[in-house]
T-cell receptor, first 109, second 112 residues
Framework: DAKTTQPPSMDCAEGRAANLPCNHS???????VYWYRQIHSQGPQYIIH???NNETNEMASLIITEDRKSSTLILPHATLRDTAVYYC??????????FGAGTTVTVRA | KAGVTQTPRYLIKTRGQQVTLSCSPI?????VSWYQQTPGQGLQFLFE???????NKGNFPGRFSGRQFSNSRSEMNVSTLELGDSALYLC???????????FGEGSRLTVL
């Protein structure tokens, strides 16, 4: 798996957009970028993934740079329930997905 | 569609005992992965089974083992339990097309 680097923590104001960066400079051509989040004591929850193109779903948007060495997860309107640890992972469909330390996001009222 | 089911949710064991945890994946998913989560080490990959064969393996001692049955249900076993094995054990069922993992709620093991 490509190694990813994320900031350990970040704060966000409720109602504002939260932009979570991730570096994956060693990502290979067939590896996707996955984002998961984990709310305390629950199993991680899938958010979004992408290969080359930007992606959007009901939860978030994923912006991947043209060289694919970094990406940004955007939570458009953060709520208190978005407080969680967010994991960025680079991997392929049939290989193990390894979780790093993630970014602890705290949404403040 | 039912999600990933893990049993038991909570259990307490003593050092030296062994434990078996069970995971039922989402219907149609043939891949099951296991993770250990502790406050100090975070989420660590244990192993992945696909069609009854271990496909990937993490860096855990041989006391940690697993298997997968023909109906894709999986079990993991930890023998000769140590205090440091206290953790949340998470199972994830994987969509083979997208690679997306669907996690269960976990089995919380306490070793006394």
């Amino acid at each position: 798996d490509a190694k990813t680097t994320q900031p350990p923590s970040m704060d966000c104001a409720e109602g504002r957009a939260a932009n979570l960066p991730c570096n994956h400079s060693t990502i290979s051509g067939n590896e996707y970028v996955y984002w998961y989040r984990q709310i305390h004591s629950q199993g991680p929850q899938y958010i979004i993934h992408g290969l080359k193109n930007n992606e959007t779903n009901e939860m978030a948007s994923l912006i991947i740079t043209e060289d694919r060495k970094s990406s940004t997860l955007i939570l458009p309107h953060a709520t208190l329930r978005d407080t969680a640890v967010y994991y960025c992972i680079a991997g392929s469909n049939d290989y193990k997905l390894s979780f790093g330390a993630g970014t602890t996001v705290t949404v403040r009222a | 569609k039912a999600g990933v089911t893990q049993t038991p949710r909570y259990l307490i064991k003593t050092r030296g005992q062994q434990v078996t945890l069970s995971c039922s994946p989402i219907s149609g998913h043939r891949s099951v992965s296991w993770y250990q989560q502790t406050p100090g080490q975070g989420l660590q990959f244990l192993f992945e089974y696909f069609s009854e064969t271990q496909r990937n393996k993490g860096n855990f001692p041989g006391r940690f083992s697993g298997r997968q049955f023909s109906n894709s249900r999986s079990e993991m076993n930890v023998s000769t339990l140590e205090l440091g094995d206290s953790a949340l054990y998470l199972c994830a069922s994987r969509d083979s097309d997208t690679g997306e993992l669907f996690f269960g709620e976990g089995s919380r093991l306490t070793v006394l």
